[in-house]
């Protein structure tokens, strides 16, 4: 897949272990692995990373993801620090440098701060940096409520000029019907939203850990189109044939 700078959402489901309650230090090894690859490929990479809420539930004796906002941001505040710390050990496996990036939607809505992420962004970009992104949950309100990385993405896609934005989910791809339904199909290519109106498209994923959904993956579809980019969509297993253009995931498109 032809692409020069790249954005990639990682979901929370992706990178925590059972019940989401801590991290799967294996998923974000074989994570960081695929990134390196790119890396070493000459591409430039932003990473935007779920899981800090997930990361801070084990440590805080929290058996089930909190409901109520306060104890979300505490296990935001712990799981932050222990995200970011196996983010930058993984990288140093392969001598990159990461660094944390903690910034919300109203910061890439007022015009002064879109343009201080983007001047930082960009000359971490230049500094050979992968700059990891995480939505500054401890302190953020409606982003938590709506578990927007996704569209976040997008925006940071918009912002950088990047190529591709990869979203890699708990689902391998877009259905025309639950996954799990028996004759439900891939959908291997959209080039035409009005194409999905007849497809089935559900809510929060199947682990029940991450806060978005498919909808807020194709609106972050939308988004990419708009900017001239393209998407792929898929899950850790298939990540690393779906960037070498194999026929995996759900690529959207513009032709």
Known sequence: MSARRIVIKVGSSTLTGDAGTSLNAQAVTKFVDVVATLKSDGNEVIVVTSAAISAGMAPLGLKTRPTDLATQQASASV??????????????????VSSQVLITG???????????AKRTLLRLLELGVVPIINENDSV???????????????????LIGADLLVLVSDIDALYDAPPSQPGANRIAKVSNFADLDSALIGGVGSSGVGSGGMVTKIQAAEIAISCGATMLLTNLAHLQDGLAGKDVGTLFTSN
Do not use: P
């Not at 799981?79 to 990159?96: M, P, V, W």
């Not at 109203?106 to 201080?116: A, P």
């Open 79 to 96: 799981g932050q620090g222990l995200l970011i710390a196996k983010y930058s050990e993984e990288f140093t496996r392969h001598n990159i």
């Open 106 to 116: 109203d910061d890439l809505s007022r015009e002064m701060h879109k343009e201080n």
């Open 140 to 158: 953020g309100t409606e982003e938590i409520r709506l578990g927007d990385n996704d569209r976040l993405a997008a925006l940071v896609l918009q």
